[in-house]
């Protein structure tokens, strides 16, 4: 029997499931590598890696933010303005916005 008789997982499903299949497999091999990276790394390298992982979700949860709501909050919205019309029209605006 030839191997173009056996039909392989991936032909006998539709497009879309099989890509959504392969990037669920993908996904679940990342986390399982992430769940054995404790015991394979030493303590300092574990410490670095939680660090930058949770500054990224970190990054991810402002840039959602951003995204659906504008703007995070006050300080968020001063600092960007004092970058872009400087600090001395920043505050005349916020205090005019105030009513002072």
């Known amino acids: 029997m030839s191997s173009a008789a056996i039909p392989m ?3 006998t499903m539709p497009p ?3 890509r959504r299949w392969q990037a669920n497999a993908g996904v679940a091999g990342v986390l399982g590598l992430l ?3 404790p015991l394979l790394s030493s303590g300092y390298w574990t410490f670095t890696l939680g660090l930058c992982f949770a500054n990224a979700i970190a990054i991810i949860s402002v ?3 951003v995204r659906y709501a504008g703007e995070v ?3 968020h919205g001063l600092t960007a303005d004092a970058l872009e019309y400087g600090m001395a029209e920043t505050v005349r605006r916020f205090l ?3 009513g002072w």
């Open 63 to 65: 840039s959602f933010l």
């Open 16 to 18: 879309a499931a099989a």
């Open 9 to 11: 997982a991936a032909e």
């Open 73 to 75: 909050s006050i300080g």
């Open 96 to 98: 005019k916005a105030c």
């Open 35 to 37: 769940a054995l990276l």
